[in-house]
């Protein structure tokens, strides 16, 4: 039943009230009239009336005086009793009692007649809603299903629209994929062939060398060579050039047609100085036989010979040796390194050496052997160009080192040095990127310290300058080691105030980057292996542990986390953009990131270090990855590609397999390929931040 329909009660009830109400008013009215009834004869109200005006006066006056019989006690049974029966004129007399049962029973019934109607009227209406309230639930109910109908065929719809666009995707991902796939095979097989013809070039020049040895005059021969030394020169210069390319994966059809060319020529001077030695051996035979003939009989065979070998004795030293090696070749597709080094040289041409010499020569020979090996294996390993890196910065740390001893230990900059280090600890440990004032101040501080405009006054030494960004320098890395390593987020406030110190600071860029290279030699990058004859102390020096003063190396797990932090802070320095209004590049910008990656690709990982690759290279991934995704889209998308696919099988078959490190990078990986995004690193502020 609706909310605005009364029960049967409450109308009762209700009912009761407003019938009490009205027998009160009509007693009232009764009783007044049995009070005139004697002394009114006549009409009294309606247009008949004859009641003079007085009289109506004198009336209304008595009648507005009288009390309401509702608002009043009950009048006393006298009265009562007196105005039970009254009598007409006509003698006809009647009950007043009487009159007022029936009219109340009469009353009573009609107000049950009338209640009884709006009951039924009510319950006439409560049907209607009802029925009304169906009808509009099953359109409702109807409606629901329609829209519900529409909806689902919407979803399906879009369902569908995403599974084509989905296939679509993959399917220009596999032809990319098969395409790229496609090209890096035909520059592995068009790199193959060139090599194999710089091998045949190679022969070629041990041939010229060897015919040379054949040569029965000497002097004769290295005129004869002296003549094609300008092509072979040529010819090793082109090789040269076309290592380089090997080196970088940059061949191309015209490098084969160039070596094919190269290799025509060496044929032609190979035959040429094949029939030039034939026509000198035949030469030098007629002379010997001419000299033997005009011989006097008393020389001894012994002299004859000395004076033959006097007369045909050479220069020991003729033409320069060329030599030409394989360098580690890299290619795109990730199979970046091939082994094949392969030296081969056009020996000199001397004279026969005496048999201590020739010992001497083997000996070397051996010693030089060893030692292309010990560098092979080094090279398979590491980087060249990140060793070189590595070197020259360690080279540089070194001597600013030296060069600050005799002020570090100076009695009279004690006092200065303590303020030194005192006003560039406290900005630096206070660094973060709570608002762009508070970033600017620690700025400013550790700007104005270092140009002499703040106390202590760094000019007021000749190497105090010096000595601030020693102790700068070092600091920073050391809020990688501890800072950035229980908080990575906090690593890109840092990251901004070192490339805004970076900017007004060369030197010291170049004295922090070393730094990072002497505490994380991975930030180069280089994974040096254990070589023969190092000690495990120095092994472990060299890769970044730390040794208590009790001799004891720490623990893997803590190494681990403090190399995260500062490979972590040297990435977010990669990406950190310039501050407002400055119109310089990013001094180590992202073109770092990016050559920290591909050295990292260019060498063969180690089962000794290959949870730490791979953790470094997801801490990378994840800080650099959406910048360089956005700067070089479609060849970081490649590199991640090859990284899944070639280069981390290779991680699995020389790690641990099911290990932490290698499981989070490979799901990072399939992830941010399945996504074909990366989500920008946690804390980076925003370009305009500051």
């Known amino acids: 039943m609706p909310h605005f329909v009364s029960t049967k009660e409450e109308i009762m009830e209700n009912t009761n009230d407003i019938t009490s109400d009205f027998a009160c008013l009509k007693v009232s009215a009764l009783k007044k009239a049995s009070r005139i009834s004697g002394e009114v004869d006549r009409i009294t109200i309606g247009p008949d009336s004859m009641v003079n005006e007085n009289e109506c006066n004198e009336t209304s006056e008595n009648i507005e005086n009288e009390q309401n019989s509702c608002n009043t006690s009950v009048p006393n049974k006298s009265i009562q009793s007196q105005n039970n029966k009254t009598s007409m004129q006509s003698g006809i007399t009647f009950s007043v009692k009487k009159i007022l049962l029936e009219s ?46 529409e909806n689902y065929a919407y979803i399906l719809a879009e369902e569908r629209i995403a599974e084509q666009e989905e296939i679509r995707r993959r399917h220009e991902q596999q032809k990319e994929v098969e395409e790229y796939r496609r ?14 013809l710089r091998n045949i070039c190679g022969m070629k020049y041990r041939d010229i060398a060897a015919l040379s040895e054949t040569c029965k005059d000497k002097n004769s021969a290295t005129v004869a060579l002296s003549s094609y030394v300008p092509k072979l020169e040529e010819v090793h210069h082109q090789i040269e050039l076309i290592d380089e390319k090997i080196k970088v994966g940059e061949v191309t059809l015209v490098d084969l047609n160039t070596i094919e060319k190269m ?18 051996n035949v030469q030098y035979e007629v002379n010997l036989t001419k000299l033997q003939n005009t011989t006097q009989s008393y020389v001894q065979p012994q002299d004859l010979q000395k004076q033959v070998s006097e007369s045909t004795q050479p220069v020991c030293e003729i033409i320069t040796s060329e030599q030409i090696n394989s360098n580690n070749v890299q290619t795109n597709e990730g199979k970046y390194v091939e082994k094949e080094k392969e030296n081969t040289q056009v020996q000199n041409i001397s004279c026969p050496n005496p048999p201590e010499t020739t010992q001497n020569v083997v000996s070397t020979e051996e010693s030089l052997t060893t030692t292309e090996q010990e560098e092979s294996q080094l090279y398979e390993y590491v980087d060249k160009e990140s060793l070189q890196l590595y070197v020259n910065s360690q080279k540089f740390l070194e001597n600013y080192v030296k060069m600050l001893d005799e002020f570090s230990q100076s009695a009279n900059t004690k006092k ?46 000749p190497q105090g300058a010096a000595f601030c960004k020693n102790i700068l320098a070092k600091q920073i890395v050391n809020q990688g080691e501890t800072l950035v390593s229980s908080k990575p987020k906090m690593a890109f406030p840092v990251a901004a105030v070192v490339v805004a110190l970076w900017n007004d600071h060369s030197d010291f860029g170049e004295l922090l980057l070393s730094y990072f290279h002497n505490v994380c030699p991975f930030t180069v990058p280089i994974f040096m292996p254990k070589m023969v004859g190092q000690s495990n102390e120095s092994y472990y020096k060299l890769m970044g542990y730390k040794y208590a003063e009790d001799g004891t190396v720490e623990k893997h797990d803590k190494y681990l986390k403090r190399m995260s932090g500062v490979i972590r802070l040297y990435a977010s320095i990669t990406i950190t953009s310039q501050r407002k209004g400055v119109v310089k590049s990013n001094p180590h910008g992202l073109q770092s990131a990016w050559r920290w990656l591909a050295a990292i690709l260019n060498t063969e990982p180690r089962k000794e270090v290959a949870n730490l690759r791979a953790t470094l290279l997801l801490d990378m991934l994840e800080v650099t990855g959406s910048a360089l995704w956005a700067a070089y889209p479609k060849q970081f998308h490649k590199l991640l590609i090859l990284l899944l696919e070639e280069y981390y099988p290779r991680m699995q078959r020389v790690g641990c397999i099911g290990g ?14 399945a996504k074909g995004s990366i989500a920008p690193p946690e804390g980076q502020l925003p370009s305009n931040f500051w």
Not at 263 to 280: P, S, W
Request: glycine residues 2%; aromatic residues 6%.
């Open 183 to 196: 090209k890096m095979k035909e520059k592995e097989e068009l790199t193959k062939k060139i090599m194999n």
């Open 660 to 673: 932490g490190p290698l499981v989070r990078l490979e799901e990072f990986l399939r992830n941010t390929l």
């Open 104 to 149: 109340e029973y009469q009353r009573k019934e009609e107000v049950q007649k009338e209640i009884e109607r709006h009951w039924q009227h009510m319950k006439e209406n409560g049907k209607a809603i009802k029925e009304h309230m169906a009808i509009s639930r099953s359109h409702m109910a109807k409606e629901r299903e329609r829209k519900s109908k």
């Open 416 to 461: 200065f040095r303590f303020e030194c280090k005192k006003a560039i600890n406290i900005p630096v440990n206070a660094i973060s990127g709570i608002s762009e004032q508070h970033l600017r101040d620690k700025y400013e501080s550790l700007h104005n310290l270092l140009i002499g405009k703040s106390s202590p006054n760094v000019n007021q030494y």
């Open 263 to 280: 290799i025509t020529q060496v044929d032609e001077i190979l035959l040429t100085f094949k029939l030039e030695i034939e026509r000198i």
